[in-house]
């Protein structure tokens, strides 16, 4: 079975700071997705940024960027020039790549508050 | 593009009831899921459909829960009766599932139930 370990509950990072956020999980398949998510309080769950397990070198996207070390099993999503639409829990998933059967599996979330 | 669609945004119910939930995928999206999200956890894969079939429902817990997916395209899950563990938000989602590419799976609001 695959587990994903959030051991950050919360954080909180002034306005415009970098800040960082871990992740790890376990598996014995070679071939998986990792992502990471962002719930917004009381809005609905967007993907902020995707990982193949394949690709050596790290996923960007804008601000976002992940460090993700294979062997570790660490998946960690920093965030660049914090804003406060930032404001959010911040999900870890994990997807095995099976046709027909691709379903994540959930971390328990980091809070992460930015403060003006 | 529309987003996914579901009804309603909340219900309160007493245990022992029953009650439904709504879903409308994106269209052209072949795959939907059902996640429960507890308060403080992360979201966990109920039921997921690819088209109008079953994939997954390891985690169904199928003497209350049942779910189906009419035509392919809207889906109901409905729990009966239910219980005060229920309590928690239910997340659809769909994605366009080209098979093998870790498809990004776009989550609508949810509905959250609270059994009392």
């Known amino acids: 079975a695959q587990t994903v370990t959030q051991s950050q509950p919360e954080m909180s990072v002034q306005e415009a700071e970098t800040v960082t956020l871990s992740c790890t999980y376990d598996?014995?398949?070679?071939?998986?997705?990792l992502f990471w998510y962002k719930q917004p309080p009381s809005r609905q769950m967007i993907l902020v940024i995707r990982?193949?397990?394949?690709?050596?070198q790290n996923a960007t996207e804008n601000r976002f960027s992940v460090n993700f070390q294979k062997a570790a099993k660490s998946f960690s999503l920093k965030i660049s020039d914090s804003q406060l639409g930032d404001t959010a829990m911040y999900f870890c998933?994990?997807?095995?790549?099976?046709?027909?059967?691709?379903?994540?599996?959930f971390g328990t979330g980091t809070r992460l508050t930015i403060i003006p | 593009e529309a987003g996914v669609a579901q009804s309603p945004r909340y219900k309160i119910i007493e245990k022992r009831q029953s009650v439904a939930f709504w879903c409308n995928p994106i269209?052209?999206?072949?795959?939907l899921y059902w996640y429960q999200q507890i308060l403080g956890q992360g979201p966990k894969l109920l039921i997921q459909?690819?088209?109008?079939?079953?994939?997954?429902d390891s985690q169904l817990p199928k003497d209350r829960f049942s779910a189906e997916r009419l035509k392919g395209v809207d889906s109901t899950l409905k729990i009966q009766p239910a219980k005060l563990e229920d309590s928690a938000v239910y997340l659809c989602?769909?994605?366009?599932?080209?098979?093998?590419?870790?498809?990004?799976?776009?989550f609508g609001p949810g509905t959250r139930l609270t059994v009392t």
């Open positions: 269209s052209g999206h072949a795959t």
């Open positions: 989602a769909s994605s366009l599932d080209l098979g093998g590419t870790g498809d990004e799976q776009y």
């Open positions: 598996t014995s398949e070679s071939n998986y997705y």
């Open positions: 998933a994990f997807m095995i790549l099976r046709f027909g059967n691709e379903k994540l599996t």
């Open positions: 990982q193949e397990a394949y690709k050596q």
């Open positions: 459909f690819q088209n109008n079939g079953v994939v997954d």
